[in-house]
Antibody, heavy 121, light 110 residues
């Protein structure tokens, strides 16, 4: 059973960056696909991008191109999402979620518990 | 990539059936049978309830079913129960190898 455990809540200043981690256990890390999805307060889900560690090249939503960096460390089975140039509109809960694209399983399961990122001066 | 369109809210009485639509384009919903649905209770992470349009993972009630016609996918909840009150989101794979979520629907059990 795959489990995803994310890093804790963050409070950041506008213009700064945040890096959120997602530790995976119980699966085949290198062949899984790790996605990042955010949810602003009271809003819907927004897909940001994903990485398949065995390939290493991330895929980003156009909206976040140039501002998000998704990486994966196979030695620690941990995926990361770094978002730069933060504004108050980036205040949200950030989730990591696994899909198994290489196994033709294009759905998200499981999800991490979520990380609240608050951007405030 | 614009979000898929869902009704903001749907309500029904216990035991009734409700249907939530999810409308996209020929670049997402209409191009693949790769639509999944997620249920989210307040303060919790989403949980997937359907995949590949109409397949249920083990452990998900048979009361949840899905379908698709053209650019619109649908989720039907039969025999509505109090515990079904939650937010529901659809999601589709796209022709640019990305994913797009729906706008979300709040289901209220009257």
């Amino acid at each position: 059973q795959v489990q995803l455990v994310q890093s804790g809540a963050e409070v950041k200043k506008p213009g700064s960056s945040v890096k959120v981690s997602c530790k995976a256990s119980g699966g085949t890390f290198s062949r899984d696909s790790f996605n990042w999805v955010r949810q602003a307060p009271g809003q819907g889900l927004e897909w940001m991008g994903r990485i398949i560690p065995i390939f290493g090249t991330p895929n980003y939503a156009q909206k976040f191109q140039g501002r998000v960096t998704i990486t994966a460390d196979e030695s620690t089975t941990t995926a990361y999402m770094e978002l730069s140039s933060l504004t108050s509109e980036d205040t949200a809960v950030y989730y990591c979620a696994r899909d198994q694209k290489l196994e033709l399983k294009n759905w998200f399961d499981p999800w991490g518990q979520g990380t609240l990122v608050t951007v405030s001066s | 990539q614009s979000a898929l369109t869902q009704p903001a809210s749907v309500s029904g009485s216990p035991g009734q059936s409700i249907t939530i639509s999810c409308t996209g384009t020929s670049s997402d919903v209409g191009n693949y049978n790769l639509v999944s649905w997620y249920q989210q209770h307040p303060g919790k992470a989403p949980q997937f309830i359907l995949y590949d349009v109409n397949k249920r993972p083990s452990g998900v009630s048979h009361r949840f079913s899905g379908s698709k016609s053209g650019n619109t996918a649908s989720l039907t909840i039969s025999g509505l129960r109090a515990e079904d009150e939650a937010d529901y989101f659809c999601c589709s794979y796209t022709t640019t190898s990305t994913y797009v979520f729906g706008t979300g629907t709040k289901v209220t059990v009257l």
